[in-house]
């Protein structure tokens, strides 16, 4: 990009320009109304990387030319370095509250943006005031025209308790005065109350204005007139006065002014469903009349303002597809009432309901009826969901956090008929607005643990959702029980059948399974609720559910047969199980909800046998997976499977599907999901194989490693899987993409794999043939066993930086042995371990002349008094030798120093965090000291070459360069003299600290080239620039 701003206009690229309050309503319009017009935007949040600003991201040009940078009004410096190199800011920030603290807030923020726009060199400001400072003021005239002339009393805002008025009144005027001082352009815009969809996720001041009057939270509106203009109206504003330059001072944005009352009447007249506030508070006298307002000098620029309706219209649409509105539909029956009052979540809701008067197992009437499915989110909801969708019902799904749950919107038939609603079975108001104007409740949502806490909470949730269901005028409720409610009975004859008038023994379940009484009291509690308030109920009792999941999470079920299959678990009970296709279970809610006298309890069992005839059909199944194969109780007679009724679904049409059929399907569902590795057969001989120089496939790999053939290498690695542990960190994701790139089949672990910082993965090359994520915890031993099955290699990375962090050392040592134990036992031959060169310098009775190498080791006691990650790093390298040892792992360590280059994620990870500070003069000064420095392509390079030489064991030091802080400072300001880099020592006094002497031979020795740190350093910075995690500031 150009450094002459103003000739940009000219040369057809737009210039940059910073918006501040990026992420929020208006904030959010600015950006993509600049993106849309071709402006490079630096948009200021303070928090870049917090998810409610990922909206941003998403925006049409925002991957070329938007950038997202901390900053905060109150940080002059952040201002300057985010207005850096910028012609332009709108200053839009500013919180909508009555804070005590919102007028010095207002008004010192505004201060420190003029200012700093003026430091920067910047030559335009577009600051968004507010009607409220042109309103207010009890001596107007109701006759007189309001125009930009207008100002609101200061005194009497504030005696009125309107300090909101009070910040943007007395913010404009500091605006005003600071910009002549400084000789800046400066256009304000004036927006009224503003209305229209959102673009952020979370409802705004405005929006929840119009929810609370649309769903009857507010039980009055006040005898009172208001201004209203749409988002994007204003958002347009701000360029059209940006744009033209000869534009200055206040510019009213108004787009009609009227009573509440028509604002209402407006509403209900286009969405006459929903239960609008109907009622004045002040009854008894006249109508206030709407004031004459001007909005001319915007017309005059061109502005054509968008009508009320159609921003009302688009506004509710908007907040009924994010969550925040119920989707009620009006019930085409002139018997339509309104019913009793009740309280969503965050906004309390008042609604109509239907007259329940249609059948349900009437066709043509399921297009009409609106259906609610609670737990939507879960394995057995999200397949209600789907079987519902498919029979054309217009469902609700509620969900804790409805943003998790993005494989609903993905259904046949979601996009026109499904909504998601947040509702917790332990808060009954949100259960009543989730319920609103439904026919029927489908109640799924049930944790599966055995939390003491567990049983009251299903009680008391199964409750709330019976009662909310009776008060919001639903007819018919289907409950998800259990066959934990059924079969846990110690006196049951062994001979007898297992049906629905079998119930287990509540004394017995609370002594050994806490889910099992949790399920078996929650039944009887939805049916003495439903008897009490005479709503239809009918019980689904699903027994071990299999088959694939639609939800990106494995759930207990599944995960059940993933560690059979795995080899997780060493052994298999002397126990019968039942078991049931997930699919069944969906059509069974269906089933019995659609027939009108099906009442009571539905067995839903496919099939009963024991558990080693489930694991025998396992292994004909994929013979490839080492499938438990020992019993625990190989001395006692096998258990013997009991007999059962399935008659009563039967009955219904329901036909259930093969037990083989559900383990295939859900096998092959978790394998392109990447929860389970596709595991050929030869792999499976290879991986497991107790010899490995036997195997053809090791001996051939093994091979082209000795003759180091870089043509057989790569035919041979496609067919090897690795796992990489702490995928999404910052070396973690350049050793994925280096392994990709090698042509390694990678499965990569994370906390999250749905979480969008990890999405950077996902874009790597290769990544959609040859990438799976997983999630684990190295604190998790089984869990690390799923995902290190049929792996040849592990390559463990992941460790938290931090020495604030409680778990650092539970997780660096303990997590290291759990790594190094799972490895073994699923079969890995190879493991590649990072640790830190804070497990060799780390010593005060080293030498200063001596070389520091592989032999150093830091010393455990100085570290733990002076460094715990340095102590943590070096016990975990400690155990994971000793564990390699005692499990015959080959074990490779790679040691790097600080990190330094381009980052692959998108937080700033703490090296990075390093050079920004000194660029950005975050620090005030360096230190007299020395360090070393890497390049992280190098040290992914390094991971996977001392992973392909059979022959490498043992420490690789993984040094780049080592010198003085104040020569790397001397080569950032040789690189970006633009920036104000620290240039002051903080020990002054004393000799400069010499570099010690190094060795990197042993990686050099395998073919590795280290990159020069000059070069890292540049294109560390370049990467911090496109990220916006840095400003561009132009020489």
Known sequence: MSSNFEANNNNGEKQLVCVTGAGGFIGSWVVKELLIRGYHVRGTARDPADSKNAHLLELEG?????????????????????????????????????????????VEGTRNVINAAADMGVRRVVFTSSYGAVHMNPSRSPDAVLDETCWSDYEFCKQTDNLYCCAKMMAEMTATEEAAKRGLELAVVVPSMTMGPMLQQTLNFS????????????????NAVAAYVDVRDVARAHVLLYERPEARGRYLCIGTVLHRAELLRMLRELFPQYPATAKCEDDGKPMAKPYKFSNQRLKDLGLEFTPLRKSLHEAVLCMQQKGHLPLIYPVPKPTQQLIKLFNMSCNSTEVAANDGSSNGGEKQQQQEQVVCVTGAGGFIGSWVVKELLLRGYRVRGTARDPSKNAHLLALEGADERLTLC??????????????????GVFHVASPVSNDPNLVPTAVEGTRNVMNAAADMGVLRVVFTSSYGAVHMNPNRSPDAVL??????????????????????????????????????????LPCVTVGPILQPAINTSINHVVRYLTGAAPTYPNAVAAYVDVRDVARAHVLVYERHDARGRYLCIGAVLHRAHLLQMLKELFPQYPVT?????????????????????????????????????????????????????????????????????????????????????????????????????????WVVRELLLRGYRVRATVRDPADRKNAHLLALEGADERLSLRRADVLDFDGLLAVFAGCHGVFHVACPLSNRDPELMAVAVEGTRNVMKAAADMGVRRV??????????????????????????????????????????TMAEMAATEEAAKRGLELAVVVPSMTMGPMLQRALNLSSTHVANYLTGAKKSYPNAVAAYVDVRDV????????????????????????????????????????????????????????????????????????????????????????????????
Not at 207 to 222: C, D, E, F, I, Q
Not at 422 to 439: E, I, K, M, T, W
Not at 698 to 712: T, W
């Open 629 to 733: 194969s020992k019993c625990e109780d190989e001395g006692n007679q096998m258990v013997k499977p009991y007999k059962f009724s399935n008659q009563r679904l039967r009955d219904l049409g329901l036909e259930f599907t093969p037990l083989r059929k559900s383990l295939h399907e859900a096998i092959e569902c978790l394998q392109r999901k990447g929860h389970l590795p596709v595991v050929t057969v030869a792999q499976q001989r290879a991986c497991f194989s107790a010899s490995p120089s036997s195997s053809p496939y090791m001996s051939s790999i093994s091979k082209a490693n000795d003759n180091n053939g870089d043509q057989k290498r790569q035919q041979q690695q496609p067919q090897q899987l690795v796992c990489v542990t702490g995928a999404g960190g910052f070396i973690g994701s």
């Open 422 to 439: 947040r509702a917790d079975v332990l808060d009954f108001a949100s259960l009543r607005a989730a319920f609103a104007g439904c026919h």
């Open 62 to 106: 925002a991957d070329q030319r938007l950038s997202l940078c901390r900053a905060d009004v109150l940080d002059a410096a952040s201002l300057r370095a985010a207005f850096s190199g910028c012609h332009g800011v709108f200053h839009v920030a500013s919180p909508v509250s009555n804070d005590p603290d919102l007028v010095p807030v207002a």
């Open 499 to 540: 049906d629905e008038s079998c119930w287990s023994d509540p004394e017995f379940c609370r002594q050994t399974d806490v889910y099992c009484y949790a399920k078996t009291m929650a039944e009887k509690a939805a049916e003495e609720e439903a008897a009490k308030r005479g709503v239809q109920l009918s019980v689904v």
């Open 207 to 222: 929006s929840n204005h119009v929810a609370r009057y649309l769903m009857g939270t507010k039980k009055s509106y006040p």
């Open 832 to 873: 590649v371990f990072t640790s830190s060169y804070g497990a060799v310098h780390m010593n005060p009775n080293r030498s200063p002349d001596a070389v520091l190498d592989e032999t150093c080791w830091s010393d455990p006691e100085f570290c733990r008094q002076k460094d715990m990650y340095c102590y943590a790093k």
């Open 940 to 1035: 992914a390079r390094a991971h996977a070459l001392v992973y392909e030489r059979h022959d490498a064991r043992g420490r690789y030091l993984c040094i780049g360069a080592v010198l003085h802080r104040a020569q790397l400072l001397q080569m950032l300001m040789d690189l970006f003299p633009q920036y104000t880099i620290a240039a002051k020592c903080d020990d002054k006094g004393k000799p400069m600290v010499k570099p010690y002497e190094f060795s990197n031979q042993r990686l050099k020795d395998l073919g590795l080239e280290f990159t020069p740190l000059r070069k890292s350093l540049y294109d560390a910075v370049m990467c911090m620039q496109r990220n916006g995690h840095l400003p561009v500031v132009l020489p």
